[in-house]
């Protein structure tokens, strides 16, 4: 049952790239973001969001630039989020902010990859802070000299606040692209939540294979795709639950939905991997995925019959679960 609330890369370290599509497959060095005075251990998530109302105060220099209209709020909020949650949220941004600087300059930083222990708020804030380097390049490839004062930080900040910021800054840097992020993009990531479920789904000795798509049904739009992905994060939020791990809890606004793009579609299919990768994290044993393609050109209706596989796992998973509320530790 959906949590709809009528009123809201991944790239990883395990060798898998969200791969934009026309971007050149040799990346540069990879970034280096600038630390805070403070220790790391001293950041908290007032300081993330602190950065992250920095990057949409450029954005929104860069967006007065070229002449685009202000975006809505997005469809999606949440509550109760962690820093591995909000850490996917941010390596989004940062996909997309390469992108832009791609477009204006021509350059590509590779992204960092995943922490390898528990993610931390500094480790969130060095991606947003190398998002937002990427978007100072597109300023001066555009002249842009104005700058933005740094706000005062809030200490009362939680981190669904920041997820729901950056979530935001996705929003209003996706319209600034050339190459908007499109059901391509959405089907990759959908692609990679079923690499995580086939290693969460092996058995000893046995490598599971996914199920069939489903008939494929033409004319879907977005808010079809988006709508299946928010089902599916429910039931994986139920998988969480039986198997003691918290989940963020995600609230959608029914009335935006008709108007989603390809770009909201993606947010919710990196947050639905982010908690595969979570879940992938904590099995013992768990083969790494496998590697994902760019697939080139798909519709939404590609991306819908695609999710009909994972429907399939997702529900394997939650037998599994129920059969043995342990089975990460197996």
């Known amino acids: 049952m959906s949590r709809l609330f009528w009123s809201f890369s991944i790239a990883f370290a395990l060798c898998v790239h969200t791969g934009a599509q026309g971007v050149p497959d040799t990346p540069a060095a990879p970034a280096a973001a600038n630390t805070p005075v403070i220790g790391k251990a001293d950041i908290t998530p007032s300081h993330v969001y ?82 937002r380097e990427r978007i100072r390049r597109v300023k001066e490839s555009l002249t842009i000299t104005g700058q933005s004062a740094s706000p005062p930080l809030d200490p009362d900040i939680e981190p669904s606040q920041v997820f729901n910021s950056i979530v ?7 319209q600034l692209l050339d190459q908007q992020f499109a059901p391509s993009d959405v089907y990759q990531k959908v692609t990679v939540a079923i690499a995580y479920l086939s290693r969460l789904l092996d058995a000893p000795g046995e ?48 009335q935006q939905l008709d108007g989603v793009e390809p770009s909201d579609v993606y947010d919710v299919a990196s947050l639905l991997v982010s908690e595969l990768a979570y879940l992938h994290r904590q099995k013992a044993d768990a083969a790494p995925p496998r590697k994902v393609h760019n697939p080139g050109r798909k519709l939404p209706s590609h991306v819908y019959q695609r999710i009909g596989i994972l429907c399939g796992q997702i529900e394997a998973l939650q037998q599994k679960a129920a059969a043995n509320p342990d089975w990460l530790k197996d």
């Not at 070229?66 to 962690?82: L, N």
């Not at 935001?168 to 996706?174: C, G, K, W």
């Not at 808010?223 to 791990?245: N, P, T």
């Open 50 to 131: 602190r950065q992250v109302t920095l990057v949409r105060n450029e954005i929104d220099l860069i967006r007065l630039e070229m002449g685009k209209p202000e975006m809505d709020t997005p469809p999606i909020q949440v509550e109760k989020a962690a820093p591995r949650e909000v850490y996917f949220q941010a390596a989004t941004l940062f996909q997309k902010a390469d992108r832009l600087a791609f477009e204006h300059t021509r350059g590509r930083v590779e992204e960092a990859p995943i922490p390898s222990g528990k993610i931390q708020p500094a480790d969130v804030y060095a991606m947003v802070d190398a998002a």
């Open 168 to 174: 935001a800054a996705n929003r209003e840097l996706n």
């Open 207 to 254: 490598i599971s294979t996914p199920p069939e798509p489903p008939p494929f049904e033409r004319r879907k739009r977005p808010a079809d795709v988006y709508r299946k992905l928010v089902d599916c994060f429910d039931e994986i939020h139920q998988v969480g639950e039986i198997s003691g791990i918290n989940m963020l809890d995600l609230k959608v606004d029914e």
